[in-house]
Every structure is written in C-alpha cells, then in structure tokens.
C-alpha cells in the first residue's frame, strides 16, 4: 500500500494491549517497515471505540473518518484509502 | 499443517467429544499464537444431496482469550471462530443447518446458545442490545449498515449485498463481561434480522483486566471529524493525527496476542 501511494498515505500499526519490549522485538523480527503505536494507557483506543480485534480506520486527507471496520477486509481498506485520495489535491 | 487444522481433522472421527478434548490440547499446546488456518469443506445437506461449499480462513490468536475473530463467508455459511478453543462451528443460514466443530461446556465459558449457557451457568443475560438500520455509505451503496448498540459504545458492521449474506460479529465489552453474538440471516432475502444474543461471564483469569485499556468510547463515525489523538510511536516521536492533514491516513489496531 505504502509502495502504491508513497507519501500520499501514512499507515501506523497501533498495539493494543502489548508491552513495548515485546512490540520492539515483534517488529524487528517481521521487518515491518511502518511505524508501531504503542499506548500503554490504550488512550487511541478508547478515543477510536476499539473493542474488537482487527479494526481498521481510515482517516482522509482532511481528517474525517472515511473507514471504519472491524475485521480485515483488505479490498476495502484499499478501496478507502483511494476514494479518500481521490478527494484530495 | 497447523495445529488447528490438526483439531479440526480430529473431530471428523467418531469419537468426537474424546478426540475434541486431546486435539484442544494439542492445539494449546502449540506455539499457534497467531495461526491461520484455511479451509475448504462441505457442509451437510440436509436431504443428504451434495452440501454447501464452504471456503475461508480462520485465523486464531490463542494467548489472548478475548481475542476472537469471524472468519470469511460463502454461500451462506461461515465458520465462526471463538477464542481459546471455546467453539467452532460453520452456520449456513440459507439452509438453517449448522455443524459444531467441537463444543464442551466446561471449555467454552461462552460462545454457546443462550438458554443452555444460562441454565448451565445461571447467569443472567445481558443488557439487551438494540440494533438501528445505517442508511447505505455513499462508499458502500450495495451495502446495508448495522449499528449494533452495546452495552458500552456501539459497533458498525456493513453487510455486503454480494457476499450471499450473513454476517456475524462478535463484539466484545470493555470489560470482557459480555459477549455479544450477532447472527444475521441473509438481508436481501429477509426483511427481518435474526439475533441471538447472550452474555457469560468469562472466566475469572480472563477478567483481570480489560484488553483494552479501560473503557472504550464510541466508535467515530464515518463522515465524522477523526479524534485528536496524539501516537505514541514507538522509538520515534509522538506524531499528532493532525500533523498528517494532506494524506491518507490507515490506522490499524493490532495485538501481537
């Protein structure tokens, strides 16, 4: 995704529940090469209503929700982050 | 061949309950933290013609009980994964029959029908849950919205016209008190959902805190302004979601558990 769109998109991988330690090492491991958030408070995901594992946000280019969904749908994440682009200058 | 899949080629065998009991052991024991299993297999029919299809993934986090995830539909069925081992079972609504995979009461503190969960356990149901129509998303015209009212905050769930229709969540409370089953049948060929919804206390250890930090708030809603959150990200700087105006911004919530 990051290589279709470059700079036009910013993915963060936001941890939920984990400490940083085992993030760090996680993602060293698997050689993601975007960003990880982790809350140790969970602050993002009480502010997004995440309950349930996977969720999924896409937030547009002007900062309105333009995805939201629970569960991984990658055609429709996809999907989103176009349309939300598509918008934009 | 993952360790589920081993479970899964067990419980075809007769004695299913036994051979449940040592293939969820194996399951356990397996370093499956975060497997992924995917299927193919037919479901039974019912006048003994050839069955429904069923084709997807169930992808399984075991450390983390809470963690449950509803797997992919086809034809009218889908198999429904509820951590821990607690059930597995493939519903096919368009033809009201169902298989369970593998069910003990002792073992699945919930995930089960409500009245033999409550008459086993005495617990008392949940909060009832209601349940409004969303209008389709311009994003989404061939899609109906479900906004599911929980017993804290609500969860949205879109049902896709071509997905031959059920879907299911399983929400869970932020204080892991209640599970919430939806089943929906078929939408375009049913005017009516049909829910079952049921709440067990899970057990104890699994209550100790809750996974996500505490009170959840509400879900935003799309077409509505992105909270101002800060990210903490990890070994680098705090980046501000309003410091990413101009692009698109995927935010996924993950847990390596």
Redesign the interface.
Known sequence: ?QAK?G????????????G?D???K??KEQGFPM?????P???????????????????????????????YDEA??L???E???AG?P | MNALCLALLALQETDAAARYDSALARWKQAAAVDARYDYRMELPAEDGGPGDLLEGFVQVHLARPLNGFVSMLRNGARIEYVADGAMIHAVNHERRTYVELGERLSDIPYALDLLPLRAALGLPLAQPVSVEWLPADAARPAAAGLRLILRQGHQDLWLDRDDALVAAAIAYDSYAAAVVRLQFLRWHTHSEVEIQDYAARPPEDYCRESLFGGSAGAAPGVGTRAPAVVLPVLDGEPQPLSGLAGKAVLLNFWSYH
Do not use: E, K
């Open positions: 995704m769109w700079s036009r998109v910013a993915i963060y991988c936001v941890n939920v529940n984990d940083a085992l993030v760090r996680w993602w960003p990880v958030v982790v809350q408070q969970g602050q993002v995901s009480r502010a997004f209503g995440v309950h349930t594992l996977a969720t999924n946000c896409v937030v547009g280019p002007d900062g309105v929700v333009r995805y939201y969904s629970v569960g429709a994440i999907r989103a982050v349309q939300s682009l934009a």
